[in-house]
């Protein structure tokens, strides 16, 4: 069956820098675009970064351009989220999605000082 399992959630301090990734089984994931999403606190999911099959092609919501970098390995079934200068409105739980359809249980980022 379709897994989605997200890691690399913390606490950091504003300006630091986490990684996330998400690995994929239970499909043929060089088929699917990507997307990682994040839910703050009191706020409705919304999306963060989308990468299609190739890893050619990239979307970014615009309160993370500059700041985060999706992309993915194939060879690996990963997809990662560099983030960095992390704000404290970035705090929130991150989830990987499979297209339009499965998710990912999510990990937690929290920027604080």
């Known amino acids: 069956q379709v897994q989605l399992v997200e890691s690399g959630g913390g606490l950091v301090q504003p300006g630091g820098s986490l990684r996330l990734s998400c690995a994929a089984s239970g499909f043929t994931f060089m088929n699917y675009f990507m997307s990682w999403y994040r839910e703050a606190p009191g706020k409705e999911r919304e999306m963060v970064a989308r990468i299609g099959p190739s890893g050619s092609s990239t979307t970014y919501d615009d309160s993370v351009k500059g700041r985060f970098t999706i992309s993915r390995d194939n060879t690996r079934a990963t997809v990662l989220l560099q983030m960095n200068n992390l704000k404290p409105e970035d705090t929130a739980v991150y989830y990987c999605?499979?297209?339009?359809?499965?998710w990912g249980r999510g990990t937690r980022v929290t920027v604080s000082s």
């Open positions: 999605r499979r297209s339009f359809d499965y």
